[in-house]
T-cell receptor
Framework: DTGVSQDPRHKITKRGQNVTFRCDPI?????LYWYRQTLGQGPEFLTY????????KSRLLSDRFSAERPKGSFSTLEIQRTEQGDSAMYLC?????????????????FGPGTRLTVT | DQQVKQNSPSLSVQEGRISILNCDYT??????FLWYKKYPAEGPTFLIS?????DKNEDGRFTVFLNKSAKHLSLHIVPSQPGDSAVYFC?????????FGQGTRLTINP
């Protein structure tokens, strides 16, 4: 299977601890995205990479959050000093240039997500 | 501000009938629109998309309609099947990222 994978699927941590999530995109995709989803809401954009370059970060991504994609393949999302408000589903998606010829017509494919619970 | 809105939190449709899910957006800079389906404990699954230069795109039982003047899109599923029961999200693409609506929970009744 060559879909997007995320690890771990579930993480329970105590407030104040650091956590790190991993995402492996579809192998030929050069763009990788992180989103966060809370109950009853749609996913919200956090950040995205083109190859190893982090090109945009949302204002939702506080200083406690950091994301990396060191070799342009897998990515990690770290949350330091977790707070209860960080409890959410963290989703990773990847995409590649569309075939329509339009630069921005990328369809994003999502992984299963990592559900974080901060107690 | 909520740039993409799905005003119906839930929709119930009888098996075999048409399901119509609606979505409104406010930002005229969005140029690509997508529908995703989500089951519990899974990530969103891409269903169908449409470019802003088109007004209709069809893929099997799924058709997406785009009305740019009204800033409105809809997803039609016909005929509806029990396996279609899920939460459906519309999303709009702008500046390389997706902006999602809140989702509509579709229930297909036998």
């Amino acid at each position: 299977d060559t879909g997007v994978s995320q690890d771990p699927r579930h993480k329970i941590t105590k407030r104040g601890q650091n956590v790190t999530f991993r995402c492996d995109p579809i192998s030929e995709h050069n763009r990788l995205y992180w989103y966060r989803q809370t109950l009853g809401q749609g996913p919200e954009f956090l950040t995205y990479f083109q190859n190893e370059a982090q090109l945009e970060k949302s204002r939702l991504l506080s200083d406690r959050f950091s994301a990396e994609r060191p070799k342009g393949s897998f990515s990690t999302l770290e949350i330091q000093r977790t707070e209860q408000g960080d409890s959410a589903m963290y989703l990773c998606a990847s995409s590649s240039p569309g075939t329509s010829g339009r630069f921005d017509s990328y369809e994003q494919y999502f992984g299963p997500g990592t559900r974080l619970t901060v107690t | 501000d909520q740039q993409v809105k799905q005003n119906s939190p839930s929709l119930s449709v009888q098996e075999g009938r048409i399901s119509i899910l609606n979505c409104d957006y406010t930002n005229s800079m969005f140029d690509y629109f997508l529908w995703y389906k989500k089951y519990p404990a899974e990530g969103p699954t891409f269903l169908i998309s449409i470019s802003s230069i088109k007004d209709k795109n069809e893929d099997g039982r799924f058709t997406v309609f785009l009305n740019k003047s009204a800033k409105h899109l809809s997803l039609h599923i016909v005929p509806s099947q029990p396996g279609d029961s899920a939460v459906y999200f519309c999303a709009a693409q702008g500046a390389q990222k997706l902006v999602f609506g809140q989702g509509t929970r579709l229930t297909i009744n036998p």
